[in-house]
Structures are given as structure tokens and as C-alpha cells.
């Protein structure tokens, strides 16, 4: 584990990284506060740092107090060193933002021992972080396809929509259904019909090469955001996914299943994303009801059912 250490004199200081280095840490040696301060705000800076209190330029106690202004959710353990040794002075540098004090001169049983323990609350926390980013994960991702699920994927295209009203650019979406999804479950079974909406899942984010974001809205339907696109670039975008889908048989089970899908377009060029979204399924509709394996866009994103519609492509295979 890395640890940094301010330390003026450069006697102690080379005696301290000497120490430490024995000691199996990977040391940053800085030799006063505000190289240390300019260290510690880095994206890699060290997880531990021994600070001396008394310093040129920022003393330790004023080093610990910017760095807990960062309000980092993963800031480094901090040990002041120190030859103050009176209680207000303990309480001062806690206060600042220290997790721990060693008195000068140090005993080196002691400091080890103490940044064992920094080095447990490191790892400790660092453990917690992970967790809660799995959960955070988990928490927007569909567990069958990988991809975003519905709260998720709602969530991106409001982000989207939002920051196109105030850029005023659009935002393209596509409604995506599985054609006939039902029949490969029952011919099938739900092993192959799960590999079906892996392998949908894989073949449509590629196809949009990172140009937007995929979410499965239910069931066998999925959210196609385009954001800062307009209709022809959007348009292409959903075109590539229906491509990419039929383009070959998905191989499930020892199965060669061949997909298609029918994708209803929509661009909003402002309103709520409910009108979005039901704009595309009104599209979606409509290509559903063209014999399907197609895309049909809408000209405009309306509230209704009922919405102007042009096909832009019509394929079977």
C-alpha cells in the first residue's frame, strides 16, 4: 500500500521512508505541506500519509483540514506526527481532520502498529465502496441481458431530453420488440429464449457503437436513446440495430434461431418523455401491422395512439 510522508527535516524524513520501506510500503516522500497538499489531490494519491505538524508553508493540521474540504468518498488515513503533546493539541489536530497522532520522538513499534490499523480502515473502506457501487449496479441493470433496466433506461433518456431542451438539439428513441418472441419460447423452451435476448442485447449495443444507450423495458421490448442526434442519424442508428439482429441465426442450445425485429422511431424535440415514448410504440405499432422487420419513424412525438408515420425501411426475410 502506498503511503506519503511530509516531513521537513531531511534527516527524519529519510529515516521515516526507510522505515516504512522495510516495512513493505510503497512511499511518496514530500518535504513540506504543500507539496503534500498538492499530492493529496491527486486521483492517485496514496491511501495512507504521516504528516509532521510543524512545517513550512501548510503545517499538517492545516494540510488535514483541506483535505477533508474535498469531501473525497474514499479520502486517505491520516497520522499527524507530532511533538505536542497536550490535549487541546490532540483535540485541535483530530478536530482538523486527523485520524490518528504518534508523539515525536516516535516509537517504531508504536507507528507500525498504528498504520496497521490505517491500513485496515483503507482496505475497509475501500470494501464498502465496491459494495455499494455492485448495489448501485445492480440496482439499474436487467440481471438476465446485462443491459440497463427500465428504471435505468427511463432515467438516461429524461437526462437526455433535458439536456437537449437546453442545448436545443433532439434526442431519437426506438421502441424494440422481438418479433414473435412467444413462438421461440414455445418451440424452444426459456434456456433458448433467454440466450435470444443475451444475444439481442449483445448484437444491438455493438450496432449502436456507443452512440446511445440500450434498456430492456419489459418482457421482450427494449429502449433504444440516440441522444444529440437528429432523425436521418437516428433513423440509421435503429436501422443498424434491426441489421445487426437478422443478419444471422442466433445458436442457443444447440438451436439455430433465426430474429427478427420490428423498432418504432420517435424524436422529441421537446415535451415530456411519456409523449416520447408513446410516439415510438404507436410507431412500433404500426410496423408490427406492416408485416414487421422494419422500422417505422414518427414525425413527431405525439400523446396519443394515433401519429403520423412514414416507413423507412421495409425488409423480410
Not at 445458436?251 to 415530456?272: K, L, Q
Not at 410496423?287 to 419513424?297: D, I
Request: aromatic fraction near 6%.
Amino acid at each position: 500500500m502506498r503511503v506519503l510522508i511530509a516531513e521537513d527535516d531531511p534527516v527524519s524524513r529519510s529515516l521515516l521512508r526507510r522505515v516504512l520501506s522495510k516495512w513493505g510500503y510503497e512511499v511518496l516522500a514530500t518535504s513540506d505541506g504543500q507539496e503534500a497538499w498538492q499530492e493529496l489531490q491527486r486521483g492517485d494519491a496514496p491511501a495512507l500519509a504521516i504528516l509532521d505538524w510543524m512545517m513550512p508553508g501548510l503545517d499538517g493540521v492545516e494540510v488535514c483540514r483541506r483535505v477533508r474540504e474535498l469531501d473525497s468518498p474514499n479520502p486517505p488515513y491520516i497520522i499527524l506526527l507530532t511533538a505536542r503533546g497536550g490535549k487541546g493539541d490532540i483535540v485541535a489536530g483530530l478536530d482538523a481532520g486527523a485520524n490518528d497522532y504518534v508523539g515525536k520522538p516516535y516509537d517504531s513499534e508504536e507507528l507500525r502498529a498504528r498504520l496497521e490499523v490505517g491500513r485496515r480502515f483503507v482496505e475497509a473502506n475501500q470494501k464498502l465502496l465496491e459494495t455499494q457501487h455492485a448495489l448501485a449496479v445492480q440496482a439499474r441493470t436487467d440481471p438476465l441481458t446485462g443491459t440497463m433496466n427500465r428504471r435505468a433506461i427511463l432515467e438516461r433518456l429524461g437526462e437526455e431530453m433535458a439536456r437537449a431542451e437546453r442545448q436545443g438539439t433532439s434526442v431519437g428513441i426506438g421502441m424494440i420488440d422481438i418479433d414473435h418472441f412467444k413462438r421461440v419460447n414455445d418451440a424452444y423452451g426459456h434456456a433458448v429464449g433467454d440466450e435470444v435476448l443475451r444475444q439481442f442485447v449483445s448484437r444491438s449495443v455493438a450496432a449502436m457503437r456507443s452512440l446511445g444507450a440500450l434498456g430492456r423495458f419489459g418482457g421482450d421490448e427494449f429502449l433504444a436513446v440516440v441522444p444529440q442526434a437528429d432523425g436521418t442519424q437516428a433513423k440509421e442508428v435503429l436501422e443498424r440495430i434491426r441489421e445487426a439482429v437478422c443478419a444471422s441465426p442466433i445458436e442457443a442450445e444447440g438451436y439455430e434461431v433465426r430474429v427478427t425485429v420490428s423498432i418504432g422511431g420517435a424524436m422529441n424535440w421537446g415535451g415530456s418523455t411519456d409523449a416520447a415514448i408513446q410516439a415510438a410504440d404507436a410507431a412500433l405499432y404500426q410496423a408490427k401491422s406492416r408485416s414487421r422487420n422494419q422500422v417505422v419513424r414518427a414525425d413527431i412525438p405525439l400523446a396519443t395512439a394515433h401519429c403520423l408515420a412514414e416507413t423507412v425501411v421495409a425488409t423480410s426475410d
